[in-house]
């Protein structure tokens, strides 16, 4: 099969053998893998690569999460899932997902059936990020009917599927985004949006029940800690806490936690829900052929992504 690996010189695709499945896991041929920050983070940061795609030694590093295609065989103890079910999901994260690649061993908890109505682009699209967002709101931020909700970079991967998910869940949502995004941002649903580049965010909210900040630049948190109301709660996605601002936020009470996602068959099926009732659905933004993965990833780590980016698997 080919296989996007990682190299000394960067990614390059080569042909390796198919790979061989467990009890407990599916073959999926892989038709769309979904792109991610992360994805390129831990191609150029040793650390990264071994914390979180944690390779063994001398296998190759095939990058990637996010996949969605048809099952082509299953482990004897898979229940779930049969040869020809178009599934989706986020595959072994924290791990060696292997998404780059025609095919894909995948556990059969990280994956839910994909919607008709839904491609398998958007599928793949809506994994690590869909993910994410929900694991935030739901699972960390206890999100309920009339939560005020302010989302950072409410225009990009997780930032669109939060809007759409805090909406589903009755919530009130401000997001932050530039001027030239304000469109999409109210188009994905959000009630409120904020400039960041011509409006302090904590100047105008201040009693925020949940603030999800998945901005890397110093000071942010801080704000975002501003502008949640006492008992609210605060969830990172890229800054751990400090023991300063852990104290700030508990004269609040307000609840902090430092987000890593993990694959969950559970979230993925409440994502497939989403996306089979109409009440979700993915932007992506642009779709790169296999052989632009290094375009793709030049993109991603731009930071300006509207939506998401997905690769074609061939």
């Known amino acids: 099969m080919k296989a996007i690996v990682l190299t000394q010189t960067g990614l390059e695709i080569k042909n390796i053998p198919e790979p061989v499945i467990n009890d407990y896991e599916v073959l999926v041929r892989n038709h769309a893998a979904g792109i991610n920050p992360v994805d390129a983070f831990v191609s150029h940061n040793e650390g990264a690569l071994k914390s979180i795609l944690q390779p063994k030694d001398g296998e190759e590093i095939i990058p990637g999460w996010d996949i969605a295609g048809e099952v082509t065989a299953v482990g004897r103890k898979v229940t779930q899932f049969k040869p020809g079910d ?43 990020a869909a993910l994410t967002a929900w694991q935030s709101l739901v699972t960390y931020g206890h999100i309920k009917k009339g939560d005020k ?86 969830i990172s996605l890229l ?12 004269a609040k009470n307000v609840y902090t936690h430092r987000l ?21 659905h993915s932007d992506v933004s642009q779709v790169y052929a296999f052989e632009e993965i290094a375009k793709a990833h030049q993109q991603v780590s731009s930071g300006k992504t509207q939506g998401k980016v997905v690769v074609k698997i061939p």
């Open 86 to 128: 178009a599934v989706f999901g986020m595959v072994n994260f924290p791990g060696h997902g292997k998404a780059y690649a025609q095919y894909v061993a995948a556990p059969e908890s990280h994956l839910a059936l994909k919607p008709a109505n839904t491609s398998y682009e958007a599928a793949a699209a809506a994994s690590l």
């Open 149 to 234: 909700v302010l989302i950072h970079a409410a225009a990009g991967g997780v930032g669109h599927y939060a809007i759409q998910i805090a909406k589903h869940f009755g919530a009130y949502v401000i997001g932050t985004s530039s001027a030239a995004k304000k469109e999409a941002v109210l188009g994905f649903g959000a009630d409120e949006h904020i400039d960041y580049n011509s409006q302090a965010f904590e100047q105008v909210v201040k009693d925020a029940d949940i603030v999800l900040d998945s901005l890397g630049i110093p000071g942010h948190l801080d704000r975002s800690l501003a502008a949640v109301k006492n008992g609210g709660r605060l």
């Open 239 to 250: 800054v751990f806490f400090s023991d300063e601002q852990k104290q700030q936020a508990a």
């Open 260 to 280: 890593s996602v993990a694959s969950d068959g559970n979230d993925i099926k409440s994502i497939a829900a989403l996306l089979e009732q109409g009440l979700l």
